[in-house]
């Protein structure tokens, strides 16, 4: 089983910034990606940013030029961080990781999500 944990959400006012971490343990084979996605309340969960193995960035447009997705591969570890937020940023924030368990089937593993609520 592989567990993935969050932290770093919280209250932030416009403008302001605030980074996320996620950090896998257990058993997995193989680790193709790992990023960040967004939820809010009706809406279905959408992808913020990840990082492949080569190390290949993929962001949301509506990030581009204020987050920043970083993984260590060697640690199973992804960062998110956030600048310039805006309210519409506001979301409940998933750690995401995809790869192959030890059986050789691709899953996918979710972390338990982190609140960010960006207000005045």
């Known amino acids: 089983q592989v567990h993935l944990v969050e932290s770093g959400g919280g209250l932030v006012q416009p403008g302001g910034s605030l980074k996320l971490s996620c950090a896998a343990s257990?058993?997995?084979?193989?680790?193709?990606?790992m990023g960040w996605y967004r939820q809010t309340p009706g809406k279905q969960r959408d992808l913020v940013g990840d990082v492949d193995n080569n190390g290949r960035r993929t962001m949301d447009d509506s990030v581009i030029g204020r987050f920043t997705v970083s993984r260590d591969h060697a640690k199973n570890t992804v960062e998110l961080q956030m600048n310039r937020l805006k309210p519409e940023d506001s979301a409940v924030y998933y750690c995401?990781?995809?790869?192959?368990?030890?059986?050789?089937?691709?899953?996918?593993?979710w972390g338990q999500g982190t609140q960010v609520t960006v207000s005045s």
């Open positions: 995401k990781l995809e790869g192959l368990d030890m059986n050789g089937i691709r899953r996918d593993y």
């Open positions: 257990g058993s997995i084979s193989t680790v193709y990606f």
